[in-house]
């Protein structure tokens, strides 16, 4: 029960301050909260003294009489009270007899407060001497019940009349009688219940009522009458019913070890859902106390009763009979220990209408609770069929228990803040992946935007495309140029294309060198080397749009007709007709002389990406290898390199056959070296872990005498 | 379940008050059912009340008390059904629930004989204790096992004449002379004085074996 609370026993009323003032009162400040009641306890301290003095002026034995509370009471202030309140006065002088009152001291704090009014009545009396008389809220609901009950006006008269006359009779004895005896009360309220039965049923005045009319008058009758005459029948204090009361809590205290396998009977006390249940039914039983009249009572024991056969149903798969359904009760009463046991069952049985305990449903429930606390009373080791050692061990305590329900509650403690712990993981990891959604989101938004942005710049390329034309000569020379060939023989060409070339700004410093040479040399390969010249601007013009000029720079400068593109172009070249003569031409082109020259022109001389690979740098290539790191470790493996390589040999075997000076010639291998480096890197990675497992590469890293100390 | 005397009363109730007295008799009776555990006390119950046999309806949460109507020539009688636990440790808590009953089952199985002798402790007890004209009957109950009966059924009839019980036996299982039991404590209780002191609102002229709710 640790963690949850049982159903308040008190209405939230009755834990307000009396006072109204909204803040909640104490029953040891007589139900106001603390600063009322130093309010009130000033004030009564004026007036107390005040009277004091006044009564020790009229009279010297005064103040010794009001110790005593019966005294004090039945002097003048009673009479004062009597014109103020008839119901008050007999509810708060009760007369006490000295033997009892110290007993009642010692009682449960519920009972405090009656205990208070039987212990210092004068005080009480005081009290309500200060509060007008309002009619309580039980009593205007009552006058409103009373309206609503379908009954003639003079029947409820008639039942207004009776009550009042059961609640004067009540009090009358009361007060009167000096030896009081419980059953001689409960026989006078046994009694008028049956008088007023007698009337309900054959009274002329409830002639035409219905039989649930009637019904319902006998049970407003008791009910009005109970609840009114509750304080004072309700344990009254000349029975041992408190005694009893302390007695059986202490009991069930002492038998908190039982489980419901010494009971035998089916209630799974570790089964949550099961303790739910068993929660319902504790709570139902506790608050059987907090009603006042034996019906309500009755009704609250019907619940609780409810909630064990829903109980007993969910764990047996049927309709529970008494064979399951005692020892359940007797399971729930020992969990609930309730307060005033005894109390309650003998104010029901003294007090309600004798039909009601013995016979419906209410009556059979009542009586199973009945047998439930005679049987917790009289439990031995026997009914629990266990040892009479064992039994005495746990009872003494010297025998350590651990009973599944104490364990269960312990769990539950803990088992609540691991839940509570885990929700807030839950609401901790719900946050994470808001989060970890949104950098997601993020992400692809940035993607996205990056898609966008490229998109648009490509459309925007698209349509703006950069377009790099090559730089023509002037279309007329050509035509000129072309002209003159056509018109002219070939000897007669290369003098008109020689002049053209002077003529045109790229040209001529290689064209004055070449006329240079050209002196030198037979007219013949002049002629030769002009119409190369010419072919090879001829062809630049169709293959220039598709390289960048940037790869133009790259490419040898200087390497004009060692190119193989020269002899792939050749066959195009209507005026290339002397292949044996190319070569000698590119001796001559080739010179130390050529050098400024050929720069300028390389454009024209633009050629395929071939041109690095194939041209006059393969011999610097294999000396490149040496220096190049990543070259080196790198591999000479990938297999595109041996291809290049197997390309390097074939060509070189058509271009450096007459050329193997021409390499000592080349003024920079560093140019090529650029355009090898480009296309090695493109391997390099791949390469890398090709070459890890691979140990036929190994070998031949290990033959390569240019390798060896940088291989892994 | 079991319904108040007082539910759905009052229209019926209504009707027929003009008609000054009814004349149908109405009598009300305390029915305890006494035995040991699992010889089928409930079973016996849930049959008559129900007609049910292991088929619970959702609507029966117990079946420790339960009400049911029949109707002998003019007279309707309530049985108000109290089972009490039959183990042998709450056994001395039976005075409570046979306080102040008119008839009492005291239940058996054929098969065990053990569960007889305690029938028979039973009917000492309440021959000692009860009411001094509560109807006793004694039902040996499974007799659809009757098979593998150990108890006789003569040595049970001739225990039940020497002790002035009704006795029959009885199979919750098959419904075999369940509503016949009832009927004949009906029979024989008399139904001249309802001793509960409260009045039963009359029913119609209904068959013997309905349900409360049946009888509106």
């Known amino acids: 029960m640790a963690n949850r609370a049982p159903m308040l026993r008190i209405g939230q009323q009755d834990l307000k301050c009396r006072q109204g003032c909204g803040y909640y009162g104490n029953t040891q400040f007589d139900g106001l909260c603390s600063k009322c009641f130093r309010e009130r306890n000033d004030k009564q301290r004026k007036k107390q003294r005040a009277s004091e003095y006044h009564e020790a002026a009229n009279s010297a034995g005064g103040s010794i009489e009001r110790r005593s509370p019966q005294h004090s009471l039945s002097l003048d202030r009673v009479k004062k009270k009597q014109q103020q309140q008839q119901q008050h006065e007999s509810d708060s002088s009760p007369v006490a007899t000295a033997s009892t009152m110290p007993r009642k001291k010692f009682t449960v704090p519920a009972v405090l407060q009656k205990t208070l009014k039987n212990t210092f009545p004068a005080a009480v009396a005081q009290q309500q ?23 003639p006006d003079d029947a409820k008269r008639k039942l207004k009349s009776e009550i009042q006359r059961l609640d004067h009779e009540i009090r009358k004895y009361m007060n009167n009688h000096s030896s009081k005896n419980v059953d001689e009360l409960s026989d ?62 202490k009991r069930i205290r002492q038998l908190s070890w039982i489980t419901s396998k010494h009971l ?157 712990n885990m929700k807030c993981m839950e609401q901790l990891q719900k946050r994470n992946t808001a989060i970890s959604n949104g950098i997601k989101d993020f992400e692809r938004e940035l993607l996205e935007f990056q898609r966008e942005v490229t998109e648009k710049v490509d459309t925007v390329m698209a349509k703006a495309p950069l377009t790099l034309l090559p730089i023509k000569t002037p279309p007329h020379l050509i035509a000129q140029a072309r002209a003159h060939l056509a018109q002219d023989g070939v000897e007669a060409a290369v003098g008109h294309y020689s002049s053209n070339l002077l003529s045109g700004a790229h040209n001529q410093h290689s064209l004055i060198a070449a006329k240079g040479k050209e002196k030198e040399k037979p007219v013949e390969e002049a002629q030769l080397e002009a119409s190369h010249t010419l072919s090879l601007k001829d062809t630049s013009v169709s293959s220039v749009g598709r390289l960048s000029p940037l790869h133009h720079q790259l490419a040898q400068t200087d390497q004009l007709f060692a190119s193989p593109l020269f002899n792939n172009y050749t066959p195009f070249d209507a005026v290339s007709l002397l292949e044996e003569s190319s070569e000698h031409a590119d001796v001559l082109m080739l010179g130390h002389e050529f050098q400024g020259g050929l720069t300028n022109i390389n454009y024209d001389f633009d050629l395929s990406d071939q041109s690095g690979d194939n041209s006059v740098a393969d011999d610097p290539k294999l000396n490149l290898d040496e220096f190049d790191p990543l070259a080196q ?14 390309l390097d040999t074939t060509l070189d075997s058509l271009i450096d056959s007459d050329v193997p000076a021409t390499g000592v010639l080349l003024p920079s291998p560093l140019k090529p070296e650029v355009a090898n480096y480009r296309g090695f890197s493109n ?24 390798q060896p100390t940088n291989n892994k | ?140 109950n499974k007799a659809d096992l009757s098979n593998i009966r150990v108890v006789e059924f003569d040595e049970a009839k001739q225990y039940a004449e020497e002790n002035g019980l009704l006795f029959m036996e009885t199979s919750a299982k098959t419904g075999m002379n369940v509503n016949d039991i009832f009927l004949a404590i009906a ?4 139904k001249n004085d309802n001793n509960q002191g409260s009045v039963i609102k009359p029913n119609g002229n209904e068959p013997t074996q309905t349900t409360n709710n049946c009888c509106k």
């Open chain 1, 264 to 420: 035998d009977c089916s209630i799974d006390e570790v089964n949550a859902e099961a303790r739910d249940l068993v929660y319902n039914a504790i709570s139902e039983l506790v608050g059987i106390d907090s009603y006042y009249s034996p019906q309500e009572k009755l009704l609250c024991t019907v619940r609780c009763c409810r909630h064990i056969f829903e109980l007993l149903k969910s764990s047996k798969g049927g309709p529970a009979s008494a064979d399951d359904f005692l020892p359940a009760l007797i399971f729930v009463v020992l969990k609930a220990n309730p307060v005033r046991l005894h109390s309650n069952l003998n104010f029901v049985n003294r007090f309600t209408i004798a039909s009601r305990v013995m016979s419906g449903e209410g009556g059979y429930y009542f009586t199973n609770l009945c047998s439930a606390i005679a049987f917790i009373e009289n439990l031995n080791n026997e009914s629990l069929s266990i040892g009479a050692d064992e039994f005495e061990s746990l009872m003494s305590g010297a025998q350590a228990f651990s009973t599944p329900w104490e364990s269960a509650l312990l769990a539950c403690e803990s088992l609540h803040l691991i839940s509570e």
């Open chain 1, 129 to 151: 001497q200060h509060q007008p008389r309002i009619p309580s809220a039980t009593e205007s609901q009552f006058m409103l019940q009373l309206r609503q009950l379908r009954l």
């Open chain 2, 1 to 140: 379940m079991a319904t108040t005397p007082r539910s759905g009363g009052s229209n019926s109730g209504a009707a027929q008050r003009p008609n000054g007295t009814s004349q149908n008799k109405s009598c009300q009776f305390k029915l305890v059912l006494l035995g040991e555990s699992a010889v089928g006390k409930s079973s016996l119950v849930l049959r008559f009340v129900k007609g049910q046999f292991h088929e619970y309806q959702e609507s029966t949460i117990g079946a420790a008390f339960l009400t049911q109507t029949i109707c002998i020539e003019d007279t309707v009688v309530k049985f108000e059904i109290w089972d009490t636990a039959g183990q042998e440790r709450y056994h001395s808590l039976a005075p409570m629930y046979y306080r102040g009953a008119q008839a009492a089952i005291v239940v058996y199985d054929i098969q065990n004989q053990d569960s007889f002798q305690r029938a028979k402790t039973w009917v000492k007890e309440l021959h000692k204790q009860a009411s001094p004209n509560i109807v006793i009957a004694l039902a040996g």
């Open chain 2, 187 to 190: 029979k024989k209780l008399p």
């Open chain 1, 188 to 249: 006078l309220v046994q009694n008028a219940y049956t008088r007023f039965a007698d009337i309900v049923h054959n009274d002329a005045r409830f002639e035409i009522a219905t039989n649930e009319d009637r019904e319902s008058a006998i049970d407003f009758f008791e009910k009005v009458v109970m609840t009114q005459n509750h304080n004072l029948l309700f344990s009254p204090y000349f029975t041992t019913d408190e005694e009893s009361d302390i007695k059986v809590q």
């Open chain 1, 683 to 706: 391997f390099d990675i791949p390469s890398i872990s090709c070459n890890t497992g691979d140990f036929s590469s190994l070998n031949q890293d290990v033959n390569d005498p240019g």
């Open chain 1, 633 to 646: 470790r790198g591999i000479p493996k990938a297999p595109v390199v041996a291809e290049t390589s197997v």
